[in-house]
């Protein structure tokens, strides 16, 4: 029969994958891949050319996607003591007097640490799981095409 078994295939279709990426999945409300997307998670134009991007990496990140937060994707949640606005974001830096994030319309917020009644680093739940959303077959098309993203030239 050809020697395709695509019951035992866990390899993905990247073109699928790309529109559950951009469709179903809606991963472009916080991710971006060249010019689509959000700047408030990390960018993923070369992630294919990470060394750690392995399939089993990956597919851990869309079904289990708090087990390992990267220290430069921890989110912050800060609150003014003026009226009390609460403003949450991607950390950029932090330091004794001032913290800087980066809001989900790709926007650089700097505060100063006198203006905030709290500053939360938030390293849970900034990503949602994929695993009741999206079938097995769809998490392997996903993978599948964050592992054909290796940027310009490539």
Do not use: W
């Not at 959000?38 to 399939?55: F, H, K, N, V, W």
């Not at 403003?87 to 950029?92: A, E, N, P, S």
């Amino acid at each position: 029969m050809g020697g395709m078994l695509f019951a035992q295939a866990p390899e993905g279709d990247a073109a699928s994958g790309k529109a559950i990426f951009e469709g179903k999945g809606d991963c472009v409300s916080c991710h971006r891949v060249k010019l689509t997307g959000s700047r408030s998670g990390p960018d993923l134009t070369t992630i294919g050319r990470e060394r750690r991007a392995t399939p089993a990496y990956l597919e851990r990140a869309l079904l289990d996607p708090d087990a390992d937060v990267a220290r430069a994707n921890r989110g912050v949640r800060v609150t003014l003591k003026k009226g009390g606005t609460v403003v949450t974001g991607r950390l950029l830096t932090r330091d004794m007097f001032t913290v800087e994030l980066m809001d989900s319309q790709g926007t650089i917020k700097s505060f100063l640490k006198s203006e905030l009644s709290s500053v939360m680093i938030v390293t849970k739940g900034l990503m949602p799981s994929y695993k009741a959303s999206l079938r097995p077959r769809e998490i392997a098309d996903v993978v599948s095409y964050l592992r054909s993203l290796k940027g310009p030239g490539k």
